[in-house]
């Protein structure tokens, strides 16, 4: 172990703290512009991949970062600079990380909430319903989460899709605190200053990050303004809903503390 933490300590590492569907295969394209760079979107070994098995007991964040991520980063990534800004990291992962004294750097994106939940719900990514929510996002049945004082099953789908939403808000806010105690850079931005072309000068600047190569500049600018991962081939037509109602029943049975 000693071994593969002195190869990991060459290396920058970065990683996302957000909901999913809020750019971060716009973000892993920007960062892959960036000089001496890897950037992967949900790259394998993936943490979606771990991720059930690990809460199932099968697994361990340990044994996933000591046996598979990080074997992979020290014996494959050439570049001084490895980002994987899968949203799946910040669901369990970074806590045993920097317990093994790994200190990365980390974008934190927001997106509004309603934007988010429909996108889920279009896509059919359910948490506790559908394969994709339960391979992606967290369930309410899952430990350490926001818990309800209803039946979950009594929800509607939407309603689960804003109650990940507030889940991964109070991870959002948790984890600012959590980086400032433990010393690791990190960004906020939100989803708006992403797409709209200067959110990689910002992430940059405040994470001390290498310059674009001469190529990536070119790429850059000739996809400034263009998010490359909208999904509309796969989205469906909503049910109308009553999106105000529907947040304010959730709330109501949302247990805060």
């Not at 001390?208 to 190529?215: A, E, F, I």
Request: proline content about 5%; some cysteine; hydrophobic content about 35%.
């Amino acid at each position: 172990m000693d071994d593969l933490l002195r190869k990991i300590e060459k290396k920058k590492l970065l990683f996302s703290v957000t909901t999913g569907r809020s750019g971060t295969n716009y973000l892993s394209f920007l960062l892959s512009l960036l000089k001496d760079t890897r950037s992967e979107h949900e790259g394998k070994p993936g943490f979606h991949e771990y991720y059930r098995d690990i809460l199932q007991g099968k697994y361990t964040f340990n044994e996933f970062w000591l046996k598979k991520k990080l074997p992979y980063i020290a014996n494959e990534i050439e570049e001084g600079y490895y980002a994987d800004v899968s949203h799946v990291a910040c669901k369990g992962f970074l806590e045993p990380l920097l317990e093994l004294g790994i200190k990365p750097s980390f974008v934190l994106i927001k997106r509004n909430n309603r934007d988010v939940a429909k996108s889920l719900l279009q896509l059919n990514t359910i948490p506790l319903r559908t394969n994709l929510g339960l391979t992606y996002l967290n369930s309410p049945s899952d430990p350490g989460v926001l818990k309800l004082v209803c039946n979950y099953e009594e929800l509607t789908d939407y309603q689960l899709c804003f109650w990940y939403t507030l889940e991964m808000d109070r991870r959002l806010s948790f984890y600012k605190q959590y980086f400032i105690d433990q010393g690791c850079p990190y960004v906020y931005i939100t989803f708006e200053e992403l797409i709209g072309g200067e959110g990689i000068t910002k992430i940059r600047k405040e994470l001390d990050l290498p310059p674009m190569s001469v190529l990536g500049w070119l790429r850059f600018l000739r996809n400034k303004k263009a998010p490359l991962n909208d999904k509309k081939a796969s989205k469906r037509n909503l049910i109308p809903v009553d999106f105000d109602e529907e947040e304010i029943m959730l709330r109501d049975v949302i247990q805060w503390q």
